[in-house]
């Protein structure tokens, strides 16, 4: 089939769906023809799938032979008879890679599509740790056309000898939702074996697909390190995001501080009910937990309208409540990040964000699970839990009219990662060193890594490095007499092969009734604390344990009463500095938006007790109360790089003068609480927060061997220090990884203090806990303005969240939520009229 008929087929195939192909979508045809690698970005449901997918379509349709042409259009004239006839022999030419289980289910179902009715015989097939044993063993061996996977399964089938000869007549890569893997360890493994796939395939395309970007250039540099002139297309413009902001009538008490807006029930579920079928976005499980709970007691319709969506329940669980959403059956679904991604969910009216959004770009993300059609606009409710939520909903709207989106960064030099991938080549047949520094020098990810860092690999995969070499169960690899290294160990191979990956978390145990399904899986800390016929919320049913069993806990649903809600670590995200920007920016600003009229209230009486901060000046706040002195700074960083700002001012102050600062962080500030009172000028405020000194200060000001002890846990289940439990045998305890893994950091420290999995955890502490990079850029930031000091006889706005966050710390009889209240209440009466 020439060029041009198999064209005319492809549009043919779009006009009989009312689609006309856009000129993106052609774009992309034409650079696949052409035989380039490049990326795309373009906003979700911009119809990006067939912008991708139609090239290889193309190639496919161009490729027949003339007796394949006629039972081409036979196919596609009656697909049935197609199929009864099949005579194709698949063989993998696309491979398609997905960071979700969820997404890949979907994202099989949209390739399939137009494939009988372009008469193209083709098998579109799953690898995922969720597919079937018959896809499993299809994928691996290539018995497909089209293979659909995640980064962590296509480590594990390279890890074959055999997978290269399978892949002979692989055409194309797609990396989905590329923006997802940039900046995490499983871009860093997938950046590994992309190349491994180039070199042993030259004529390889790899394409990325990503949502639009602060840094594009960088993520197609990470994408195609050795192709910097690679096509950058852009497609459909980005959909208009409607903003709206579900704001309390202006005489309504509304809270000054956290809460998870439970106060906003009824008008939420008005809302709800405006449409037909809508999500509601939490930031963390145990909220989603939570705020389906409280929607079930007030649900007018039957419950099975109402559901629950996060990364804890069952995958049986979720597919349920997706397939749901795609047939319109679901009026409203509580979800968290596990529906951030592009699931299709068309018959989806209306998204809306419980909690301020964090960031830009995952807004806009969220905005667009609503109308996913294309041409639509996305829009989005925002739902505040308390007042100064509100301004950032202010700022988002600011920054969605100037085009403001944060960058992701990506991760360089993650040895446990590039240890994985050794082992994963010894297995997959073997490697010279020298062969595979190269290639692996060729990546964005380890370009910079040096002749030390690689033999330190080299020795740990050998021997687990000096301290451990007389330990066989470190001893995975072996160095033949030709010089080639390679695993002989069949216990290695299935250990390593049990482990590839480099997702970790907490230890969880799995929920299950006593008779019947699972649920999910809660952390082990969680379910450690409860007694058989203790009662806990979860998967949206009010449970009772009746047992804990080899990390399985075995529920009953409970007939009455109530129950705790779990908590899963991790679950606090950091306001982005580009909102935290503009938030401080539209504070300072004249009340122009929704948002900032229904504030402008609350920033009076602010203004009024002290002042409002600007981007041009950093206000500064100390204020005298009963139990002593609270020094309170207002940068706009966001919490983490904020609780860095405290432990360095505190370390700081108690070098001029003995004494105990205690503190706490929020999103938009941090506040000190000396042990004695401080005397607080501007120039000792300038000292303290002076970037000069940064390292030294925070290796003493944080306690930076503990923390890296905790990174090490994850650092060494990555690079297979940690062997993991067999099939069959009881999975490890938290308790029991925690002690496997700080015995092991005890013992490197004291007898292999060069050990590259040390440097790599303190490392690790110092980019990714502590963000050191935005740190000191705020710091600057603080240095270039004017100092606002204002000495406040009360606390305001401002503080008093502050003040609230440092009570979770202290030691009392009452629990938090009744003293801030208590507090939030008598300010309320002096202030406000």
């Given amino acids: 089939m020439t060029r ?98 969820a997404l890949a289910a979907d994202t099989a179902r949209a390739l399939r599509e137009p494939l009988a ?22 994928a691996r061996e290539g018995r497909v056309d089209v293979l659909v996977t995640t ?39 997938l950046q590994l074996n992309l190349q491994r796939l180039r070199d042993a395939l030259p004529a390889l395309q790899v394409w990325g697909l990503s949502a639009t970007l602060g840094n594009l250039q960088q993520a197609r540099q990470v994408l195609l390190p050795d192709q910097p002139d ?104 509580v979800a968290t990040s596990s529906l951030d991604l592009g699931v299709d969910f068309p018959a989806v009216d209306q998204v809306l964000q419980l909690g301020s959004p964090k960031g830009i770009a995952r807004l806009v993300q969220r905005a667009g699970r609503a109308r996913h059609r294309p041409g639509e606009s996305g829009h989005i409710v925002c739902v505040p839990t308390h007042a100064l939520e509100v301004a950032e909903y202010a700022a988002a709207r600011r920054a969605l009219a100037h085009g403001v989106i944060e960058a992701r960064r990506p991760l360089q030099l993650s040895l446990d990662v590039l240890a994985q991938h050794c082992v994963s080549c010894a297995l997959g047949g073997g490697f010279r060193a020298e062969a595979l520094l190269a290639q692996v020098r060729r990546t964005h990810a380890f370009a910079a890594l040096d002749d030390a860092h690689w033999q330190g690999v080299l020795d740990f995969i050998v021997q687990g490095g000096q301290a451990l070499a007389q330990y066989p169960d470190f001893h995975k690899v072996v160095l033949d007499e030709d010089g080639v290294y390679r695993v002989h160990d069949r216990r290695v191979a299935l250990r390593h092969r049990l482990s590839i990956g480099t997702i970790s978390s ?17 952390e082990e800390q969680f379910v450690s604390r409860l007694r058989p016929g203790d009662r806990f919320q979860f998967a949206g049913r009010l449970l009772e344990l009746v047992r804990l069993e080899q990390l399985t806990a075995y529920v009953r649903v409970a007939r009455a009463g109530e129950g705790v809600v779990p908590r899963w670590q991790g679950g606090r995200l950091p306001l982005s500095e580009a909102l935290g920007e503009a938030t401080e920016a539209v504070i300072a600003a004249a009340p ?125 289940r990555v690079s297979g220090l940690l062997i993991p439990a067999l099939p069959g045998r009881t999975p490890r305890s938290l308790r029991q990884l925690q002690a496997s893994a700080g015995l092991l950091y005890d013992v490197l420290r004291e007898h292999d203090p060069g050990h590259i999995l040390l440097g790599l955890a303190e490392r690790e502490v110092l980019t990714a806990q502590l ?25 305001g706005p401002l503080s008093f969240p502050l003040w609230a966050e440092r009570l979770r710390g202290q030691v009392s009889n009452e629990d938090w939520k009744t003293r801030v209240r208590r507090a939030a209440e008598q300010l309320e009466k002096r202030h406000v009229r």
């Fill in 592 to 716: 122009q938006s929704p948002e900032m009229r229904w504030l402008s209230p609350l920033l009076q009486l602010q203004a009024r007790l002290s002042a409002l901060p600007s981007p041009q000046r950093l206000l500064v706040e100390v204020v005298r109360r009963r139990e002593g002195q609270f020094v309170f700074v207002y940068p706009f960083a966001g919490r983490q790089v904020h609780e860095g700002m405290a432990a360095l001012m505190a370390l700081r102050w108690t070098r001029q003068q003995a004494n105990t600062v205690g503190y706490a962080a929020t999103d938009h500030g941090f506040v000190l609480a000396p042990a004695l009172p401080v005397a607080v000028d501007e120039s000792m405020l300038r000292t303290a927060l002076h970037p000069d000194g940064l390292l030294e200060d925070l290796h003493t000001s944080v306690n930076l061997g503990e923390l890296a002890r905790r990174q090490f846990r994850d650092i060494a």
């Fill in 4 to 101: 041009r008929e198999a064209m005319a087929r492809l549009r043919a195939w779009f006009t009989q769906r009312g689609w006309s192909p856009l000129p993106f979508q052609q774009a992309m045809w034409r650079h696949y023809l052409a035989g380039r690698s490049g990326l795309l970005h373009t906003p979700t449901g911009s119809g990006k799938t067939l912008a991708m997918f139609g090239g290889p379509l193309l190639q496919g349709l161009m490729s027949l032979a003339p007796n394949d042409r006629e039972r081409a259009a036979e196919r596609a004239a009656e697909p049935s008879a197609g199929a009864r006839a099949r005579k194709h022999v698949p063989t993998l030419r696309v491979l398609w890679i997905t960071p979700l289980r």
């Fill in 151 to 189: 980064p962590e399964s296509l480590a594990l089938l390279l890890s074959y000898p055999d997978t290269m000869a399978r892949l002979r007549d692989l055409r194309c890569v797609v990396v989905d939702e590329w923006h997802e893997l940039l900046g995490n360890k499983r871009g860093v493994l």
């Fill in 506 to 522: 907490d230890s969880n145990v799995q929920v299950q009734f006593l008779r019947g399904g699972r649920l999910g899986a809660v």
């Fill in 117 to 138: 009715e372009l008469g193209l015989d083709w098998q579109v097939g799953l690898r995922t740790g969720d597919a079937s044993a018959r896809d499993k063993r299809l």
């Fill in 230 to 333: 690679a096509p950058l297309v852009g497609g459909a413009r980005p959909r208009p995001v409607q903003l709206e902001t579900l704001l309390p009538p202006q005489h309504e008490r509304f809270p000054w501080a956290g809460h998870l807006g439970l106060g906003q029930l009824q008008r939420v579920q008005q809302k709800l009910f405006g449409v037909r079928s809508s999500l509601l976005f939490t930031h963390t499980r145990a909220q989603a937990e939570l705020w389906h709970q409280a929607l079930a007691a007030v649900w007018p319709e039957p419950l099975d309208t109402l559901a629950l969506h996060h990364g804890s329940l069952d995958p049986e669980l979720r597919r349920a409540v997706e397939q749901g959403l795609r047939e319109g059956r679901l009026r409203c679904v």
């Fill in 771 to 795: 963000d050191v990079a935005s740190l000191a850029h705020a710091l600057q930031r603080c240095q270039a303005r004017s100092l606002d000091l204002h000495h406040p006889t009360t606390l």
